[in-house]
């Protein structure tokens, strides 16, 4: 179904709660968790046809816009007030900001700013059993009460369907520069990101891109790498990719500090590099990477900064266990680490491998006491590693919002819950469970 | 009782959930809203033996402390490690860092830094029936899931009761000039106010003080307020306190953008004051004011920034109709008022009147658009506005949440919850009602 406008959206889910079938909310179909496909039957409800701008008003940093708003024109219409809509999740141009609230979307930029969640301050959601209501609003999200707002950010449409957002924006930035550090290995670059988080620097954007993606992209890489093989073998470890932002004389300061950070280190070379072609380059990584051999199973996961040296060796393990070659790349100041195995689908039980490749990265998330989603949430795909993660008394906590909110589980069933761990749901599951190969990819 | 850990406090709420019997978490008693106050009966949990720092990380700019550290001992352990834990919320050498993520404290800085959950990446929290969970952590808090962490902040102990909090620091700020605006006339500090917000400098603190209030505590104003009679006639509106941060060059070129944006507005007169006296002139104003006629009722709402002047016009009309001195100040750049109604409260009804002047100011909040609680919360106190804020359909999701956390309904129970709307509950809560006169105060 495609509702008209917000009291559509209300009605169908009256219906659908009036008939027992379920709903399933769905924005620019740019999710890779599954999150927006009907795996259990039911009404999709696209929510393409929301695509009013409310109200905007510059001197209060305010924009309210339609849940089906693409988010690229939510940070268009910020620009052109003077302002900037923070939040950057790859696929911009496809993805509506009513789903970026609903798995709160994030980006490289989220490091400095804050995922969407951070600038929601208001929600008009449709709830169960089919009524509008209106959430925070008026330029803050505190109001009074429980924090309901937050409460539907990145809960998948498992709570409510969003209709409408009231976003924060930010004045725009005065410029920007970005900075390349090529690393030795796996530990210098470890010692670089923690001299970096512990600088006064504060970067707006802090990616590594691991030595083996680097390689597989490093035809198109808008700066210079150290020349020479001798240097190539020199710095084989991740790159990291920064930027900073502000005006001339505070990225400057933060520059210095960043390399008088970086000066003790061993084994670094820092480069700078145009941000604008710097970016692009590392928008297109999931792609070349892909390439390779066609295709790749990648997991996004999340893990304490200060252990990703131990994660990245870990993945390369898992890759080596089993027979496939392993990259990953990220976004560093926020651990977040896209594990990617790649896997020709066509050749034997590649893809197969591939895919027990990505559990066993979330079950070494766990391990290292991170977090089985990065941004890219549970969604259908993970769910089943959630109850692991959250532990006995925050799995029933979660159960029980749950319940409250969509008495019936009509809600995008099955999404973002944790699933019941026996060998039947273990096995079901293999068998609807949505490859994330190629396409897509993670940002 | 006095549990003198995590699990006694999670075997305490077993026993209640046991035996039927009301628990009330309980900080430093701190709070204006009665949200400590075991005012239905049932055991008292405080959380003061819970004081063990638990982790600190400076490089990684974390924290982890038992909820019963005091505020001032946080920021403390934070500047000892060359950081900053930044929000300030009064009282901090007596509140406790779980009552203050149990309400969402906020204070001055939160204008640009925001409030003390924006800063939480992790709880320990007893939950009924009287488990421990933990809720993110390992240095942020969107894991997977719902953001149960964020429901709890600001749940003032109805859905858990918090045991231990992971806390984000910053960088420590490099230094701080404070400004004084005095203004005309409400119209004045309105433009200046919006013309402020619309510059490009993003003040660390944005206050007000109105006119009144200011007389109050003239004399002890540490800066030089614009002499004579005719200067003191002229300079009549709210006077605007503001403080920009961060290494010199910064606060220069953000003075600059400030004195441009004000460039324009009429009937200005910009004053430099040193910080730390303006602040501590600034925390004072509630006691002086209350000493005016020996107590005062405020309410502590929140209202569109666009619309502070003619909030303040409401106040002063409010008690006009009840013949009673009303002033206000608060945090101006998110919309904070202190609607303040001076009352002897040893004479005739005043103090009866100045309950009444309060409620007419929560009226108003609601009428502009706004929120019957700025920054205090909900507690006892304003249970009875809170449905008429939120709307039928958020009340009842709101109940609905508590229920799910809380089925028998024996975590501060009355606290935080839309009440009953009808004859003899207003009766009977303005029998227990905990009127706010003198003492402590808002920020």
Not at 265 to 272: C, D, F, N, Q, T
Not at 337 to 359: K, N, S, Y
Not at 369 to 376: A, D, P, R
Request: with cysteine.
């Amino acid at each position: 179904l495609r509702p008209a406008d917000a009291r559509a959206v209300a009605r169908t889910l009256g219906w659908c709660y009036g008939h027992d079938v379920p709903i399933v909310p769905r924005g620019g179909g740019t999710g890779l968790a599954g999150g927006a496909a009907p795996l259990l039957g039911g009404v999709v409800v696209s929510l393409e046809r929301l695509r009013r701008v409310l109200a905007i008003e510059p001197g209060l940093w305010r924009l309210s816009v339609e849940a089906g708003v693409r988010t690229a024109d939510v940070a268009r219409l910020a620009r052109e007030s003077g302002l900037m809509f923070a939040p950057d999740p790859g696929a911009a141009e496809q993805s509506q900001i009513g789903g970026n609230v609903a798995t709160n979307a994030g980006g490289p930029h989220a490091f400095k700013y804050g995922r969407t969640g951070a600038f929601v301050s208001g929600l008009e959601v449709a709830l169960a059993p089919g009524e509008l209501a209106q959430l925070g609003g008026a330029g803050w999200r505190e109001a009074a009460g429980y924090d309901l707002t937050g409460l539907l950010v990145g809960s998948e449409g498992t709570l409510g369907i969003v209709t409408a957002v009231e976003l924060r924006l930010l004045p725009a930035r005065a410029g920007a520069l970005a900075l390349v550090v090529f690393t030795d290995d796996l530990q210098s670059a470890q010692s670089a990101l923690l001299a970096i988080l512990s600088s006064d620097a504060r970067p707006a954007v802090l990616e590594f891109v691991d030595a083996r993606a680097f390689q597989a992209a490093a035809a198109t890489f808008p700066g210079e790498p150290p020349r020479g093989a001798a240097s190539a073998a020199r710095h084989a470890g991740p790159v990291l990719l920064l930027e900073l932002d502000g005006p001339e004389v505070q990225r400057d300061r933060e520059r210095g500090e960043l390399e008088e950070a970086l000066g003790d280190a061993e084994g670094l070379s820092v480069e700078s590099v145009p941000p604008a072609p710097l970016w692009r380059w590392r928008d297109g990584m999931n792609g070349v990477v892909a390439g390779v051999r066609g295709g790749k199973v990648s997991e996004d996961i999340r893990v304490p900064r200060e252990r990703l040296a131990e994660a990245l060796e870990a993945v390369y393990a898992i890759g080596a266990e089993l027979s496939l070659q392993a990259c990953a790349w990220g976004h560093a100041g926020d651990g977040i680490v896209h594990a990617t195995f790649l896997v020709d689908p066509a050749t034997g039980d590649e893809l197969e491998r591939g895919l027990r490749a990505g559990e066993r990265a979330l079950e070494l998330a766990l391990a290292l006491g991170g977090s089985i989603t990065g941004e890219h949430g549970v969604g259908w795909v993970k769910r089943r590693f959630l109850a692991a993660q959250l532990g006995p008394a925050a799995t029933a906590a979660h159960e029980r919002v749950k319940r409250a909110l969509d008495p019936r589980g009509l809600l995008n069933p099955g999404k973002n819950q944790p699933a019941v761990e026996d060998g039947g749901e273990r096995a079901g599951s293999a068998g609807t469970r949505v490859p994330p190969v190629a396409g897509g990819g993670p940002g």
